[in-house]
């Protein structure tokens, strides 16, 4: 069963820091690029950041650049996102997700591209 469980969700003041884990199968974690995404109230999911596998490139979409870092255990079959300096604007369903193949330059940023997704966890930032 491929599986990826995110943790670490929960309700923070502006200006706080949180850590979301996603724990994957061991199958679902050797994929090319994790992602995490997320979807706020009445918007579409976009993209916050990706990893390879090996973790030697890491992408950021713009509006979290500086403030999030995501990492990667593969001893643990975990990836990590760190959030500092949070917003009420980032305020979303955070959802972790597993590439098997990048069709080309891009595809982290793409969430058709990816596999397997997480069920989410729930970020809020108060102001």
């Known amino acids: 069963q491929v599986q990826l469980v995110e943790s670490g969700g929960g309700l923070v003041q502006a200006g706080g820091s949180l850590r979301l884990s996603c724990a994957a199968s061991?199958?679902?974690?050797?994929?090319?690029?994790m992602g995490w995404f997320r979807q706020a109230p009445g918007k579409e999911r976009e993209f916050a950041a990706a990893?390879?596998?090996?973790?030697?490139?890491?992408y950021y979409a713009d509006s979290v650049k500086g403030r999030f870092t995501i990492s990667r255990d593969n001893t643990k079959n975990t990836v990590y996102l760190q959030m500092n300096n949070l917003k009420p604007g980032d305020t979303a369903v955070y959802y972790c997700?597993?590439?098997?193949?990048?069709?080309?330059?891009?595809?982290?940023?793409?969430?058709?591209?990816?596999?397997?997704w997480g069920q989410g966890t729930q970020v809020t930032v108060s102001s």
């Open positions: 997700a597993a590439l098997n193949r990048c069709s080309g330059y891009g595809c982290w940023r793409n969430g058709g591209e990816y596999d397997y």
């Open positions: 061991e199958r679902t974690f050797s994929r090319n690029f």
């Open positions: 990893i390879t596998w090996s973790a030697s490139l890491t």
